[in-house]
């Protein structure tokens, strides 16, 4: 395998990789397991398509479960659960979500459950109300909670392994510049302030990662979070 460098412009990218004889074409995003791979890192693809299927699944279900009278509404939590929130929440360990996604991502889920409810807009019921109804989590809390619990994962080999020497990879310790101006917020920037909102010191996750038992209590979806709901929400 060898790279052909060519000419930089607008719309081509800085090399070709020819395996073979060969060329593979380059492109800028690609769908790897049933996830959009975007070569800007940016997840605006992906969670369109995650709100789209779970919104194809939860329509096909409304009629079949979870407007049924004889199904009761822990039942339904579950297949919602189960069906439906495990759809988003696909490969949502490794997201780097701005909360302007993750407010996308509650309200289709608030949406959701007001259907099964056959609540309206003129009920004037809030989010959090809806959540506490079926005892389940807003999206959001639980894409935290999964990334941690990942994190705590991929923590736990030793630092020699590939995974470990890649995700402990620092760009300025090995001469890398980021480009001017405001620089793109990293899947471990943005780990480290989950860390830092349940508490925990990210100096420190590496050795309490070793205990499977703590940092599955740090990390655990705590019941405090449980009913969040939309923070905006709850200053009204």
């Known amino acids: 395998m060898k790279i052909m460098p060519i000419e930089k412009t607008a719309s081509a990218p800085l090399s070709i990789v020819v395996i073979n004889g060969q060329a593979v074409h380059v492109v800028w995003q690609f769908t790897c397991l ?20 779970t919104s194809s699944v939860f329509r096909r279900l409304l009629g079949a479960v979870f407007h049924r009278p004889q199904i009761n509404r822990h039942t339904k939590a579950r297949i919602y659960n189960a069906k439906v929130s495990s759809i988003m929440l696909y ?19 608030a949406r959701h459950l007001r259907r099964v409810e056959s609540f309206k807009c003129y009920d004037k019921i809030r989010n959090t109300e809806i959540l506490k109804t079926f005892k389940l989590a807003n999206l959001s809390t639980q894409v935290e909670a ?7 994962h991929l923590l ?10 890649i ?16 620089p793109h917020t990293r899947w471990a920037d943005v780990i480290n302030q989950r860390l830092l909102n349940r508490n925990i010191n990210p100096n420190e996750a590496p050795s309490l990662a070793l205990d499977r038992a703590t940092w599955r209590r740090l990390t655990v979806l705590s019941t405090s979070s449980l009913y969040a709901g939309d923070p905006a929400e709850q200053e009204r």
Request: some cysteine.
């Open 34 to 53: 049933e996830s959009i791979i975007s070569s800007s890192g940016k997840l605006d693809a992906e969670i369109s398509v995650r709100l789209a299927k």
């Open 91 to 109: 490969s949502s360990e490794t997201w780097r979500i701005a909360q302007t996604q993750l407010r996308m991502v509650d309200a289709v889920q």
């Open 146 to 152: 999964r990334s941690l619990r990942w994190y705590g």
């Open 156 to 165: 736990c080999p030793p630092i020699s392994t590939p995974k470990r020497i």
């Open 167 to 182: 995700s402990d990879f620092n760009p300025s310790e090995n001469g890398w510049k980021r480009p001017r101006g405001r």
